[in-house]
């Protein structure tokens, strides 16, 4: 057999095995989605992330944990406050805010060194449960057809809850339920709105900001949240888009 023949013969055995794996993790995917429609979640593709990035630093200490709670075991104003805080459009879109989205993109051409994000709680839950951080078009792209699955197959509530058990909120800690129990000693179930709104409020980088010493930026940004909450109109606000 010539080179050029085996060369031919590796590179089609290669698309081969690359389509394979492509297919294999796209039936991951969709499988989860249909799954965790309905199943707890037992971890996310962050949780996974963090564990074997501190494992591979020598942090042996480090143990990324969860504890999945019902949307019933989850105080009402713990989604309100999320919502006020990420995305207060979420009841009403399809996935994607794109009118935020425009006014991001307007924003980070001005200002190349202060990038704006305008993640939907859908798109931050996809991102979340599937994916991995960074900026790059890849991850965006995957994000961006993952989300529009999920809005299909998941409801409103479902978004919520998954984004509420496994939202990062701290070294280690993810969810509402595990927050509520190492910063407040107490579940989910009973945290009050100001509690809620200082987990919201560290939401955009709860291993810089937190919750048991909380900067000034942060009660500023807890304090936005508790006017937003208000504004938003409470607790009717979730029961008015049947988010309860």
Known sequence: MSKKRRASGAVGWLKRW???ALLAVLAFWLGGIVLFS???VPFSAVMVDRQLS?????????????????????APVMALA????????????SGFDFT???????????NPGRVRGASTLSQQTVKNLFLWDGRSWLRKGLEAGLTVATELVWSKRRIL?????????????????????HYFNKPASRLTA?????????????????ASAPSGYV??????????MRLMGGETFLQTNRLR
């Open 18 to 20: 690359v389509l394979r």
């Open 38 to 40: 309905f199943l707890p």
């Open 54 to 74: 501190a494992w591979l630093s020598g942090d042996f200490r480090y143990v990324a944990r969860s504890d999945w709670v019902a949307m019933d075991d989850i």
């Open 82 to 93: 999320v919502m006020a805080a990420e995305d207060q459009k979420f009841p009403h879109h």
């Open 100 to 110: 935020a989205i425009s006014s991001a993109l307007q924003h980070n051409d001005r």
């Open 161 to 181: 809850t998954v984004y509420l058990n496994i939202a990062e909120l701290g070294p280690g800690i993810f969810g509402v339920e595990m927050a509520a129990r």
């Open 194 to 210: 100001r509690e809620a709104a200082l987990l919201a409020a560290v939401l955009p980088n709860p291993i810089r900001f937190n």
């Open 219 to 228: 009660i500023q940004r807890q304090q936005w949240i508790l006017r937003q």
